[in-house]
């Protein structure tokens, strides 16, 4: 299987692991974020993620709910109705905040 990876910049370290751990299994694995692409502005790495996306079989996420990029490349393979694999997504966010505080009001 094609996997892209897509995801929070801060979780580099942590795609790269799952990546190593998927192509074992003998998968291809493309992160685009790490492809050194310093010619592209914001548009082109948008393009650039759009190939990558339409190459994969499934796209594998690493989001921390707040990058508006993932969201924009979620987007893309939602709309190219690819398949789409939640490997990690931050736990702590402020949106929690806000439902636990409430919950301590009632």
């Not at 995801?7 to 751990?21: D, P, R, V």
Request: charged share 30%; aromatic share 10%; net charge neutral.
């Amino acid at each position: 299987m094609k996997i892209a990876i897509i995801g929070t910049t801060g979780y580099i370290e942590k795609m790269k692991h799952y990546k190593y751990h998927m192509e074992r299994k003998g998968h291809e694995v493309r992160i685009p974020a790490l492809d050194d692409k310093p010619e592209l502005d914001e548009v082109g790495i948008c393009d650039h993620n759009l190939v990558n996306i339409k190459w994969a079989d499934r796209i594998d996420i690493f989001w921390d709910k707040r990058s508006m990029g993932t969201i924009f490349d979620l987007g893309m393979a939602f709309a190219l109705g690819k398949p789409i694999k939640r490997v990690f997504m931050e736990p702590k966010t402020f949106m929690n905040v806000m439902a636990q505080y409430e919950e301590r009001m009632d």
